[in-house]
């Protein structure tokens, strides 16, 4: 069994460079970017609580300043906002920093990879199973993509990974697992590749970016050598431990946009503005023109 305790602990890598954003991402961190009002950070640690989880634990690295000071109070703002009467905007600050939820920092001090970020959160996590979300794949919060994943590691006391079908042509950008067995609502991997060609790929089923760990990986990660990209990867870790006691992936189902890179991004601010009361009757006539 690796999956025994509940799930209290959410880790977000927010070390990398996020080079696709550049300019942008020079002294910003990409986790910071907004989708029309709100971070996508923020909208990751939205989602890990709605799952139950109550502690949050950022892997930052240079420039991330901002993502501390997000979740921190902001007494001279606050103390305006007060003074001129303006509660709704007061509510929106004080519900990013809920007196029940914990943000712990640690840092990535070198870009080393996505496995090395999580390696990063050891000392805080220690021997619990914890949850990983990478907040530039956003989910729309329609769909509890954690809580899904969460019931299905409670189910199958394992690590349990996020996958969604893609185009075969897309792998290059994924990590692709492998099943046996027919995929319904879950399945047990039996291999996982980082990024292959298509040709090289086991399927078509991609790893999206929420997980559900066991606190073996660790031990996998201090050990695992640079691979794809020269990075540590979390995928090689995950082949190691799929080959052990096991992984699920899990069908994920919503929306998902790849805020990593422009296209997605541009996609998800669009979509977010047309579900937004205030704004979707303009935004739609705008995009109108745009289209004729
Ligand atoms: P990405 O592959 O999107 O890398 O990382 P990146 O460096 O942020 O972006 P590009 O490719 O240069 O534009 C996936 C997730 O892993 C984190 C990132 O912050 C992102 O959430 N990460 C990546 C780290 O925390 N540390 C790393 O060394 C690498």
Redo the contacts with the bound molecule.
């Keep these: 069994m690796t999956i025994e305790k509940k799930i209290e602990t959410a880790v977000?890598?927010?070390?990398?460079?996020?080079?696709?954003?550049l300019p942008a991402?020079k002294a910003t961190?990409?986790?910071m970017l907004p989708v029309v009002d709100k971070p996508l950070i923020q909208y990751a640690v939205e989602e890990a609580a709605r799952a139950g989880i109550r502690r949050m634990v950022f892997?930052t690295?240079r420039n991330k300043r901002a993502i501390e000071d997000h979740f921190d109070r902001a007494y001279e703002l606050e103390s305006e906002l007060q003074k001129d009467g303006k509660t709704q905007l007061l509510r929106i600050l004080d519900d990013i920093t809920s007196s029940d939820i914990d943000f712990i920092f640690v840092r990535?001090p070198?870009?080393?990879?996505?496995g090395?970020?999580v390696l990063c959160a050891q000392p805080v996590v220690r021997e619990e199973p914890f949850a990983v979300l990478?907040?530039?794949d956003l989910i729309h919060p329609d769909h509890e993509a954690l809580s899904q994943l969460i019931s299905v590691a409670e189910q199958t006391q394992r690590s349990v990974l996020a996958v969604e079908e893609i185009d075969p042509k897309e792998s290059i950008r994924y990590g692709i697992v492998g099943i046996d067995e027919p995929m319904t609502s879950s399945a047990k991997i039996t291999s996982i590749v980082e990024k292959p060609a298509p040709k090289d790929a086991p399927s078509n089923l991609a790893v999206v970016?929420r997980y559900v760990l066991s606190h073996e990986i660790f031990d996998i990660l201090s050990r695992t050598k640079s691979g794809a990209g020269n990075?540590i990867q979390l995928t090689d870790a995950i082949a190691e431990l799929a080959s052990g006691s096991g992984v699920f992936a899990s069908r994920f189902h919503g929306e998902r946009y790849d805020c990593?890179?422009k296209l997605g991004y541009l996609k998800a601010n669009i979509d977010f503005g047309l579900r937004d009361d205030s704004l979707k009757k303009n935004l739609s006539a705008f995009l109108k023109t745009r289209c004729e």
Excluded at 12 to 21: I, K, N, Q, S, Y
Excluded at 110 to 114: F, K, N, T, V
């Design positions: 977000f890598p927010v070390a990398g460079l996020g080079t696709r954003f991402t961190p990409k986790e892997v690295g990535q070198h870009a080393l990879g996505l090395h970020a990478l907040a530039d970016g990075e990593g890179e």
